[in-house]
């Protein structure tokens, strides 16, 4: 049971990560760098890679990834975004 717990704090872990990814890559439509990611999310640089490479970024000139978003996708990003801000705030407001 221990394991499964293990397993699971690390898969949210994950999903963590990737979605600051995510938001990274949406803010910066230019692109970001692997070395970015890696800095960000202080993991090495092939973990970096992958994440951008699951998140189905594209790797583009000057060493940028980047993502091709449907307006679908904007939105998304833009009420995640609000949502995580929201939380935020509420988390300070309760301490």
């Given at each position: 049971m221990q394991w499964q717990n293990r397993d699971m704090g690390h898969a949210k872990t994950k999903a963590q990560r990737l979605l600051k990814v995510w938001s990274?890559?949406?803010r910066e439509p230019e692109g970001v760098s692997v070395m970015d990611v890696q800095r960000t999310l202080d993991v090495d640089y092939s973990t970096a890679h992958r994440y951008l490479n699951e998140?189905?970024?594209q790797n583009y000139?000057?060493?940028?990834?980047s993502l091709e978003p449907s307006?679908?996708?904007v939105k998304l990003a833009r009420a995640i975004l609000?949502?995580?801000r929201q939380?935020?705030?509420l988390e300070t407001?309760?301490?």
């Open positions: 990274m890559l949406m998140l189905g970024a000139q000057r060493g940028l990834w307006a679908d996708d609000k949502r995580a939380y935020r705030h407001v309760h301490r």
